[in-house]
């Protein structure tokens, strides 16, 4: 299946009537797995429930991520996600049940960004990960423009989520969940300005994005040291 073929099909998918029914059952098993088998301790959780046009935009050290920020939303969250992920059908399926979209990150992939604003304008959150792939450590990894240009084009907040703990818990290459402690820290929504954005105030709200982000993980480590 070609990219445009299969962000169109992952968008049918995620536009029907089930695609909520998918991410309940889906909630309901990960409370009852995950979430027993990690101690999480989270903040601010409040701030994933801010009203659309928003961007829920979390660090990214794990597979684990997405799946606890969706939980903790309590709503479902269409994900821009690695195209390889659909490769299996019934996993493609699952996944974009959830709202997951497929992303080309070896190319500019307008098709995934225009799948991006249309979730957006049709009322629904979105979940970018602002650093695009896995990042190792406490540290912020560098931030492209990307996800502060869709949200200026749509008028979105972004939700800015510090993760701690998702790496220990399933690093890179792991086939089991270890039990650990996961902070997870929220903070309040970047809002975007009125009217055009030019290209020096979009890097400044990437820059602020970033700040933003690295105080959230840093929080999300007090919470997991306790």
Same mark, same amino acid.
């Given at each position: 299946?070609?990219?445009?073929?299969?962000?169109?099909?992952?968008?049918?998918?995620?536009?029907? =009537?089930? $695609?909520?029914?998918?991410?309940s059952i889906s909630r309901a098993f990960f409370m009852q797995t995950i979430f027993r088998l990690l101690d999480i301790r989270s903040e601010g959780v409040e701030h994933l429930?801010?009203? &659309?046009?928003?961007?829920?935009?979390?660090?990214? +050290?794990? @597979? #684990?991520?997405?799946?606890?920020?969706?939980? #903790? $939303?309590?709503?479902? *969250? &269409?994900?821009?996600?690695?195209?390889? !992920?659909?490769?299996?059908? &019934?996993?493609?399926?699952?996944?974009?049940? *959830?709202?997951?979209?497929?992303?080309?990150?070896?190319? /500019?992939? +307008?098709?995934?960004?225009?799948?991006?604003?249309?979730?957006?304008?049709?009322?629904?959150?979105?979940?970018?990960?602002?650093? $695009?792939?896995?990042?190792?450590?406490?540290?912020?990894?560098? #931030?492209?423009?990307? %996800? %502060?240009?869709?949200?200026?084009?749509?008028?979105?907040?972004?939700? =800015?989520?510090?993760?701690?703990?998702?790496?220990?818990?399933? =690093?890179?290459?792991?086939?089991?969940?270890?039990?650990?402690?996961?902070?997870? /820290?929220?903070?309040?929504? *970047?809002?975007?300005?009125?009217?055009?954005?030019?290209?020096?105030?979009?890097?400044?709200?990437?820059?602020? !994005?970033?700040?933003?982000?690295?105080?959230? @993980?840093? +929080?999300?480590?007090? *919470?997991?040291? $306790?």
């Amino acid at each position: 299946m070609e990219d445009s073929e299969l962000a169109e099909w992952a968008a049918e998918i995620s536009a029907k =009537p089930y $695609g909520d029914r998918v991410y309940s059952i889906s909630r309901a098993f990960f409370m009852q797995t995950i979430f027993r088998l990690l101690d999480i301790r989270s903040e601010g959780v409040e701030h994933l429930k801010t009203a &659309p046009p928003v961007i829920i935009a979390p660090v990214h +050290r794990s @597979n #684990l991520d997405s799946v606890i920020v969706g939980a #903790l $939303g309590e709503r479902r *969250l &269409p994900t821009l996600s690695k195209a390889s !992920l659909f490769k299996f059908k &019934p996993v493609a399926w699952w996944i974009a049940g *959830l709202g997951a979209i497929p992303l080309d990150r070896d190319a /500019a992939d +307008r098709e995934a960004t225009t799948a991006a604003r249309k979730v957006l304008d049709s009322g629904q959150p979105l979940m970018i990960f602002p650093e $695009g792939t896995r990042q190792s450590g406490q540290q912020i990894g560098e #931030l492209f423009d990307g %996800t %502060t240009w869709i949200a200026a084009k749509s008028k979105a907040s972004i939700v =800015p989520v510090g993760i701690a703990g998702t790496e220990e818990a399933l =690093p890179k290459g792991a086939k089991r969940i270890y039990r650990t402690t996961v902070g997870v /820290a929220v903070g309040e929504p *970047l809002e975007m300005p009125e009217g055009r954005v030019s290209r020096p105030q979009l890097s400044k709200l990437t820059e602020e !994005l970033s700040i933003r982000l690295q105080a959230a @993980n840093d +929080r999300a480590a007090e *919470l997991r040291e $306790g």
